[in-house]
């Protein structure tokens, strides 16, 4: 991992030393972009993992990668070094609140761009950035009632009035569902700006120039492709 992360730093410092600064910042929120929605394909997986497990086992407890598992573990002990973070699952539901943070941070990335860029609008990658904000909204009051209550609870554990197997089929069906709902618009806003890329590029207009006697529709192109 740190040799791939590395390979990856120095391909980047290369890249963004010979570009425009436009150019720089635009790569970056593309960049920030992609990453976060190959994050979250992988994000989803694990979660359609985790229902597969519960589905064969659901008296068990819920199963994590051990990447997942790891990372968990690490929150927990630093939060542990805090008295008042110091809860049995607060690794878990920290992990959790950072990885959907980091989608949404993608998902913002992505818009920032389009928006510079003066694209239009991907519909689904607004409905993808409406359901991502209740996501992490769901992960902060399930944090914020671990620590003032001691207890995660949240429209995913029926704000406690459901306990034992019921909740952990609640919990596992609730956040794969929202995870995958995300996930499938992200993927089908991805698809649909590579197809106007496509159609972008395969008009057959004049672009050679900028002169002022162009239509609007074809100064808008011209400066879109730029």
Known sequence: MALALGAAAATFLIVWRHASERTRFLGLLRAIAAGGLVFQVIHVLEHLLQFGFWAARPEERPWLSSWAGGTADALAYFCGLVDALDQPSVGVEMLHLTGNLVFLGALAAWQMHSRLSRRP?????????????????????????????????????????????????????????????????????????????????????DLSGTRDDLPDLERLVTRLRQ
Request: hydrophobic share 45%.
């Open 121 to 205: 609008s991907i519909r689904s990658l607004d409905r993808a950035e409406l359901v991502q904000r209740i996501h992490v909204l769901e992960h902060v009051v399930l944090v914020t009632t671990l620590l003032t209550l001691g207890r995660p609870d949240g429209l995913s554990t029926a704000f406690g009035l459901v306990e034992g197997q019921t909740l952990v089929a609640l919990r596992v069906c609730f956040h794969f569902g929202i995870n995958a709902l995300a996930t499938t618009f992200a993927v089908h806003a991805a698809l649909d700006e590579r197809r106007w890329h496509q159609r972008l590029s395969g008009s057959q207009i």
